[in-house]
């Protein structure tokens, strides 16, 4: 168990080390990801529509896209492996609620949300250890209720290590991720594959799954 774990412990130390850089960065992007935030708000639609509950942003960083929720209309929380992100989230968006955690396991009831949003979080996950991520996401979802994915996709390769400038991470072919996803019980409503922007190194995937 231990040993299965060190990653996350490398994860959490990695970001608080870089969480102030990283909040910049993306303060700096706030705009211009027109693709992304389309994601983002048709999740919030679906999310309101569904009615099924609140949505936790899970690996939520310094919660910027949290609070994208909120002004989509949307009762959102974030949750995060790192504490120095937690700090800054909280400090930037007093108004909402953000904890330290790992959403490997969360301190959730079954059945009690209407989304969750995992934005670039699954990234550093060893492909090995993934499957029970997807598993514990379907559990603490309502049925209705959705689930959006943020990755870098691997375009055409198979899964591959790159050096992320935080801490290593993996780019996944989509179809390998929405499989994963299908085998813990979720449904595919929608997937989009964007080429790299302007200062990004890789093809950037969202996978929009819903819980029957
Ligand atoms: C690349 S950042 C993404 C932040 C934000 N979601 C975004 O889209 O900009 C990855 C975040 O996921 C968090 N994270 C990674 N593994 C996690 C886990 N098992 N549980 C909770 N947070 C995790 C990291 O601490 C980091 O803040």
């Known amino acids: 168990m231990a040993e299965s774990s060190e990653y996350l412990t490398a994860t959490a130390q990695a970001y608080d080390a870089m969480a102030v850089r990283y909040a910049e960065h993306v303060n700096a992007l706030a705009g211009r990801m027109p693709l992304d935030q389309a994601m983002l708000t048709a999740f919030a639609q679906f999310v309101r529509t569904a009615g099924a509950g609140p949505v936790a942003d899970l690996g939520c960083g310094p919660g910027h896209l949290t609070a994208g929720l909120r002004d989509l209309g949307v009762d959102a929380f974030g949750m995060d492996l790192s504490a120095e992100m937690i700090r800054l989230a909280t400090a930037a968006y007093p108004d909402l609620r ?44 309502a ?70």
């Open 143 to 212: 049925p209705g209720g959705h689930l959006l994915l943020g990755f870098f996709e691997s375009e055409g390769e198979p899964v591959t290590v790159f050096d992320h400038r935080v801490t290593p991470a993996y780019r996944w072919p989509v179809d390998r991720l929405a499989g994963l996803a299908r085998d813990a019980g979720f449904e595919e409503v929608a997937r989009l594959l964007r080429r790299p922007q302007e200062g990004e190194r890789f093809g950037q995937g969202y996978l929009l799954m819903r819980r029957p």
């Open 98 to 141: 953000f904890e330290v955690g790992s959403m490997r396991d969360l301190d959730l009831p079954d059945g009690g949300l209407g989304g969750v949003l995992s934005s670039y979080s699954l990234i550093h996950v060893p492909p090995v250890e993934l499957p029970p991520y997807f598993t514990e996401f379907h559990r603490v979802l």
